[in-house]
C-alpha cells in the first residue's frame, strides 16, 4: 500500500531563512507521482509541482526548489529566503500509476511558521 | 484561483441530518474527486467519478455517496450525520484519466460543523 511521511509537524524560522520539509513515501509501484500542495490559512489547496518516478532530475522554480532521490524515497522541498507570506501547511502527495483513479494519498502535513 | 467552485461555503447542521455539497470542475476537466480533511484522519480520498461514472473508491463511508451529472457537476451526499464528520470536504479536478495522473486542481471547499 503506498503511504507518504512528513515527519516535521511543525516548523517555525524566522523571514529570510531557508527551510527544507521532508516527504517520504512508500510504494511498490515502479511508475509513480509525487505532488507537493500549500495550504495556506485561507484554506484552499494550492498545486505546487508534480513529479513522475522516471524524472530525478531536480526542479527549481524561484525560491522553490525539490530534490527527488529514489534511492531514499524521498522527495524534499526547499524554500530558499523565505517570507513571512510562506506560511502555510504543506503537503506531499503520491499517487500510483496502477490505480485507476489515480487518486493521491496525502502525507500528514508540516506547518511552516514563518516570522518577520 | 482553481477554476473549481464548491458550494455551500459552510454548512451547519445536526446530527442524523442530511446534507448535498456540490461541486463544479474546472472547465473541461472530466475527473472529479473528493477528500475530506479533519484534524483526526488528514487528508483522505473518498470517492473519484470520470465522465459520469464511479472511478475509484477510497475510505468512504455507506452514509455517503456521490455522483457526477452530464454536465460533469458532482455532489456529495452525507446522510445521518455524525458530530465525527465535521470536517473541510474538498472537491478536485484534473483534465484526463490516461497518461498517468494530472495535477489535480483543489476548490475551496466546504467546511461542515455538526452540531
Known amino acids: 500500500a503506498q503511504k507518504v511521511t512528513q515527519a516535521q509537524t511543525e516548523i517555525s524560522v524566522v523571514e529570510k531563512e531557508d527551510v527544507t520539509l521532508d516527504c517520504v513515501y512508500e510504494?511498490?509501484?515502479?511508475?509513480?507521482?509525487l505532488f507537493w500542495y500549500k495550504q495556506p490559512p485561507s484554506g484552499e489547496l494550492v498545486f505546487l509541482i508534480r513529479r513522475n518516478s522516471f524524472d530525478e532530475q531536480n526542479e527549481i522554480s524561484g525560491r522553490y526548489s525539490w530534490n527527488f532521490q529514489k534511492s531514499t524515497s524521498s522527495f524534499n522541498f526547499t524554500i530558499t529566503a523565505s517570507q513571512v507570506v510562506d506560511s502555510a501547511v504543506y503537503f506531499c502527495a503520491l499517487s500510483e500509476a496502477k490505480n485507476a483513479g489515480n487518486m493521491l494519498t496525502f502525507g500528514g502535513g508540516t506547518r511552516l511558521m514563518v516570522k518577520p | 484561483d482553481s477554476g473549481v467552485t464548491q458550494t455551500p461555503k459552510h454548512l451547519i447542521t445536526a446530527t442524523g441530518q442530511r446534507v448535498t455539497l456540490r461541486c463544479s470542475p474546472r472547465?473541461?476537466?472530466?475527473?472529479v474527486y473528493w477528500y475530506q480533511q479533519s484534524l483526526d484522519q488528514g487528508l483522505q480520498f473518498l470517492i473519484q467519478y470520470y465522465n459520469g461514472e464511479e472511478r475509484a473508491k477510497g475510505n468512504i463511508l455507506e452514509r455517503f455517496s456521490a455522483q457526477q451529472f452530464p454536465d460533469l457537476h458532482s455532489e456529495l451526499n452525507l446522510s445521518s450525520l455524525e458530530l465525527g464528520d465535521s470536517a473541510l470536504y474538498f472537491c478536485?479536478?484534473?483534465?484526463?484519466?490516461?497518461?498517468?495522473?494530472?495535477?489535480?486542481?483543489f476548490g475551496p471547499g466546504t467546511r461542515l460543523t455538526v452540531l
Open positions: 472547465s473541461g476537466d472530466l475527473s
Open positions: 510504494t511498490r509501484d515502479t511508475t509513480y507521482y
Open positions: 478536485a479536478s484534473s483534465a484526463r484519466l490516461a497518461g498517468g495522473p494530472n495535477e489535480q486542481f
